[in-house]
């Protein structure tokens, strides 16, 4: 979802706080983090351990559940913006890294389509 006459690549990026000493995870123990009380995902290499953060989801559980366990990074880029995740109180769900894979700076689009919807609210 690009504007015309915006260039993508001028966007300001987000720094990545520091990781070291943080703990690393493989994608199979990852994926065994798939239920709704006990739900990780990847984000950019990242791991983040949302089973206590469905209810201020502004989607709710459902998309959550969609790629618990898994690899959400497109996902997540498809809604959300990178500043998101440079949020203090998102900070805070970070868990870990996937054991082995480097840090990979995800395209994000201009607009997400989440932002111009923040205020829906469906029920999980």
């Known amino acids: 979802l690009l504007i015309p006459g915006i260039d993508s690549s001028s966007l300001r990026r987000h720094k990545r706080p520091d990781m070291s000493g943080i703990r690393s995870f ?43 366990g898994q690899d959400a990074t497109e996902v997540f880029y498809e809604i959300h913006r990178s500043s998101v995740l440079a949020e203090q109180r998102f900070q805070k769900l970070r868990i870990g890294r996937v054991l082995g894979e480097e840090v990979v700076e995800s395209k994000e689009s201009v607009v997400p389509y989440g932002e111009s919807m923040g205020f829906w609210r469906r029920k999980s």
């Not at 983090?33 to 984000?43: E, M």
Request: no cysteine.
């Open 26 to 68: 493989a994608r199979e123990d990852i994926a065994k983090h798939n239920t709704r009380d006990d739900l990780w995902v990847i984000i950019d290499g990242d791991v983040y351990d949302l089973s206590n953060f469905g209810k201020l989801h502004p989607g709710g559980m459902p998309p959550l559940l969609d790629v618990a």
